[in-house]
């Protein structure tokens, strides 16, 4: 790591990490959403709904001490764009699921459940992440895991949409199903976007 003579604002750090286990709360709500029947669907949509905005309330407490910070511990922009991505990642699993209750979706294609339990893992790999930004120790397996999981996102969504055009479902149907499995491919990408920001960061920093 560079040796630094100024003082660093570490509050920071802090503040990704809280953003990021927000972000394992979303993946939790997600799962609980499998199954769940029309009532509780739309319960846990509040909640989701209560965790994005703590997602935006963090996001702009970021860019609160970005803005008022004179020294900040790595580069302004590598800090914008860390807090703008986690903040996607929360936006897109919140309008999944709002989604499922607006469209009134009675059964979830088979295979949702998969794409699902790759954000839930990105989430957890993500929260653990953060606080490594201090030192920058042992994140060279987050990315490489993360990216991964990208890459096992994009199959699983691939899958997804040969069976939703294979004529089982009726157009209205696809429409409204294709919407949710794209949704959750972009909070996918934000993952990557997440990893490929701290792995920029790491490297600045070597």
């Known amino acids: 790591m560079r040796f630094r003579l100024t003082p660093r604002e570490t509050s920071f750090y802090d503040m990704f990490s809280a953003s990021a286990d927000n972000i394992v709360t979303g993946s939790k709500l997600l799962m609980e ?10 319960e846990i949509a509040e909640r989701m709904r209560a965790a994005e905005h703590a997602g935006d309330d963090a996001t ?3 860019f609160h001490q970005l803005n008022s910070s004179f020294i900040t ?5 590598d800090i914008y764009n860390l807090a703008s991505s986690l903040d996607d990642i929360m936006d897109f699993m919140e309008e999944a699921v709002d989604l499922v209750v607006l469209y009134q979706i009675d059964e979830l294609p088979k295979g949702v459940e998969q794409q699902i339990e790759v954000l839930a893992r990105a989430a957890e790999l993500t929260a653990e992440a953060m606080p490594s930004l201090r030192t920058m120790d042992n994140l060279t397996e987050y990315w490489i895991e993360v990216n991964r999981l990208e890459n096992q996102a994009d199959q699983i969504h691939r899958k997804l949409l040969a069976q939703l055009f294979n004529g089982k479902y009726d157009a209205m149907d696809v429409l409204k199903l294709k919407q949710i499995v794209d949704v959750l491919e972009e909070a996918a990408d934000a993952f990557e976007h997440v990893a490929n920001t701290v792995e920029t960061i790491a490297v600045k920093e070597s």
């Open 73 to 77: 511990p790595f580069d302004r922009e």
């Open 33 to 42: 959403l499998l199954g769940a029947d029309s009532a509780s669907r739309v």
């Open 60 to 62: 702009h407490a970021i």
